[in-house]
């Protein structure tokens, strides 16, 4: 079994976050590697365990080629550290928190990829999108429009290649039980060959 990439990507406020800290322990046993992204924003509002870095320093960095990927949404710049290329060819299974809109290029990048997008029905992101307090209600229902169309979408997908799709709208328990079921089902549920 060759090490895989496994993309996790989803609308905002469906618990991506929520998910990848909830598995983190269940994800050491299988080996999966869970990167750190780089984001720019400050780390105070970030709900993940990322690196919050001024626009110059991502700049810099991406300068250096310290980025595997890197895309920009929502006003801020996202980057997945290059540390996942050598975490790959050591045979270590990668999760990363993606960007649906930046998939294609993920897939044209790493071919094997695993998609897995988080998924929840639109009355329970809009509770935990005014819960946390970060949109305006005008941004709220753009959110919500935004998953609808995705929920829409990942009924089409088919073929190698297509994202899988994690139903978040239960419990964190539930979810990650739903993860780690699906990520056996597709080959990540043992240590990857070490070459």
Known sequence: MQARLIYLMGPSGAGKDSVIDAARSRLATIPVEVARRVITRSAES???????????????????????????ANGHDYGIPVDINRWLAQGRHVLVNGSRDYLPEAQRRYPDLL??????????????????????????ESRLQRNERLRSEAQQWQGQ?????????????????????LLSRHGVNAAADRT
């Open 161 to 181: 290649g297509a994202p899988q799709v994690l139903d978040n709208s239960g419990t964190l328990d539930q979810a990650v039980a739903a993860l780690i079921t």
């Open 46 to 72: 970030i709900g993940e365990q990322a690196m919050g870095v001024s626009d110059e320093r991502f700049a810099a960095m991406q300068d250096a080629g310290d980025f595997a990927m890197n895309w920009q």
């Open 115 to 140: 998609a897995v997008l988080v998924s929840v029905s639109s009355d329970v992101l809009r509770q935990r999108l005014i819960a946390r307090g970060r949109e305006s209600l005008q941004d709220i």
